[in-house]
């Protein structure tokens, strides 16, 4: 037992000294938030620039795109019950993938038997195109809020399920192996190894998740919805009111932005180590 301890903690440290010598690197080739700031404000006077010297039906100017988003926000015609019918949408069907990917990534990750049922049907199901699935919902369950839940979870769900299923895989062995031979009974293997091991997969999973559900509200409303920010961007679209549309897409992009930011605050709380890695990169 202490051999192999003795293994295992050099292994680690050789590990941490080449994260670190990557980690190092990546900082140097890293753009700082001052950077960052000084780079957006280069974009838009570029684009303010160049958007005055052409049409405005192809690609507006930063002026335009926020007198439309402030109007929509703070005006006579506000878009609120837009954005929250997306929210709710959004948020309900991130949360049914999170729970279900992590069950079923659970489940296929630490069961050989579900493992080698449930594989075919899920590198099918992974492999079909996610678009096709929409106009099912529609005639299966109509054309209403039901199906585009449905669409956002069938979209979302699968960073989490692979995910997980591969971070219990890994754990799973030698370290489940010193678990047993330290004595841990089911539960404590559970609590102290797995979900530990498990949890930075987990959260890489979530992170795309979150991503994908802002794409999967849009394209959903956008085919099967008179109402939310997928159906007002193509409602504008089709207007050629290309500043109403890029105001809608500023609004669509910060929602995947809190996302991410969000689940940032979570991993820092319960999963520091994630965190200060994702940073490191």
């Known amino acids: 037992m ?27 080739f890293s753009l700082s938030p001052p950077g960052a700031v000084y780079a957006l404000i280069v ?24 007198k439309d988003l402030f109007s929509m ?14 929210a709710v949408e959004m948020y309900v069907g991130l949360g049914i993938a999170l729970v279900l990917g992590g069950a079923l990534g659970l489940l296929i990750g630490r069961s050989k038997v579900a493992r ?56 799973s062995g ?36 979150a991503g994908l559900v802002v794409i ?6 956008m085919e099967v919805s008179l109402v939310g920010l997928g159906y007002l961007l193509a409602s504008y679209a089709s207007g050629f009111q290309t500043a109403k549309l890029l105001a809608v897409f500023v609004i669509s992009t910060t929602f995947g932005l809190v996302n991410v930011g969000v689940l940032t605050l979570i991993a820092r709380k319960w999963a520091p180590w994630v965190a200060t890695e994702k940073r490191g990169r």
């Open 174 to 209: 030698r370290y489940t192996e010193l678990g047993s031979s330290a004595g841990l009974t089911r539960s404590e293997m559970i609590r102290k190894i797995i979900v530990p091991g498990v949890l930075p997969y987990f959260l890489t999973g979530a992170r795309i998740s």
């Open 43 to 66: 974009i838009l006077i570029l684009w303010q620039v160049i958007g005055s010297m052409l049409d405005p039906i192809y690609i507006s100017t930063p002026v335009l795109v926020y």
């Open 2 to 28: 202490t051999v192999i301890l003795k293994k295992e903690n050099a292994s680690e440290d050789t590990f941490t000294a080449a994260k670190d010598r990557v980690t190092a690197s990546g900082r140097r």
């Open 216 to 221: 999967g509200v849009v394209v959903s409303e």
């Open 73 to 86: 926000l703070f005006g006579k015609h506000q878009i609120w019950h837009d954005i929250a019918v997306s």
């Open 116 to 171: 080698s049922t449930l594989a075919p049907y899920i590198n099918f199901l992974n492999a079909t195109p996610i678009v096709i699935t929409l106009p099912l919902m529609a005639i299966w369950v109509g054309v209403n809020q039901k199906a585009r839940i449905i669409f956002i979870v069938i979209l979302a769900l699968w960073p989490v399920l692979l995910n997980v299923a591969a971070g219990c895989r890994n754990v």
